[in-house]
C-alpha cells in the first residue's frame, strides 16, 4: 500500500471567479439595459461577463473536485521550479482595479492607459512609454467608439470639461 501525499485543491480558486462574477452580475443591475440603436445596453454586457465568470468558476470547482492537476504550460517550463511573481499578480490586480480609483477624477482614455501599463508591466513589459502611448489611444479609441453609438463613459479628460 503506497500512501501518496494529498495535494491541497485551490477551492478557494472556483470560489473566488464565482464571486467576482457575482460582483459583475449584481452590478450589471445598476446599469441601462437597453441602449441606442442596438438596442443592448451596457448593463447588458457587464451581465453577460458575470454570468461567463460564474460559469468558467463552477468549470473549475468541477475539475478542482475530479483531481485535475493544474501544472505549468510548455511556456512556463522553463520556470517552473520558480516559486509564482508576487510582484507581477500585484501589479495585475493593481491594473484591475485602478479605474475604481481613477475613473472620474482622470476621465476614461487615461485610467485605461493607467490599467494597460500596470497589466503590461505584469506580464514583463518594460517599455513605459510605449505602453502609455498604446493605452492611451487604445483608452481614446473606446471613449470614441462609445460615444459615438451613444454610451456615455463619462468626459474623455478631466480638462474643461472635455
Known amino acids: 500500500m503506497s500512501a501518496t501525499p494529498q495535494r491541497r485543491r485551490p477551492w478557494w ?37 458575470g454570468l461567463a465568470l460564474i460559469a468558467l468558476g463552477l468549470a473549475l470547482l468541477a475539475q478542482i473536485a ?26 495585475a490586480a493593481a491594473g484591475a482595479a485602478i479605474p475604481l480609483l481613477t475613473m472620474r477624477p482622470l476621465g476614461f482614455p487615461l485610467t485605461a492607459m493607467l490599467a494597460f501599463v500596470l497589466v503590461t508591466h505584469a506580464f514583463g513589459s518594460r517599455r513605459l512609454l510605449l505602453d502609455c502611448v498604446i493605452g492611451l489611444a487604445l483608452g481614446l479609441l473606446c471613449w470614441f467608439g462609445f460615444s459615438r453609438l451613444g454610451v456615455t463613459l463619462g468626459g474623455a479628460l478631466p480638462l474643461a470639461g472635455w
Request: proline letters at 8%.
Open 13 to 49: 480558486l472556483g470560489l473566488a471567479v464565482i464571486a467576482i462574477g457575482a460582483v459583475w452580475v449584481q452590478q450589471g443591475y445598476g446599469l441601462p439595459k437597453m441602449g441606442g440603436y442596438a438596442g443592448v445596453g451596457p448593463g447588458d454586457f457587464v451581465m453577460i461577463v
Open 66 to 91: 475530479r483531481g485535475a492537476s493544474f501544472e505549468p504550460q510548455e511556456a512556463e517550463s522553463a520556470e517552473a521550479g520558480a516559486p509564482p511573481s508576487r510582484k507581477a499578480l500585484a501589479c
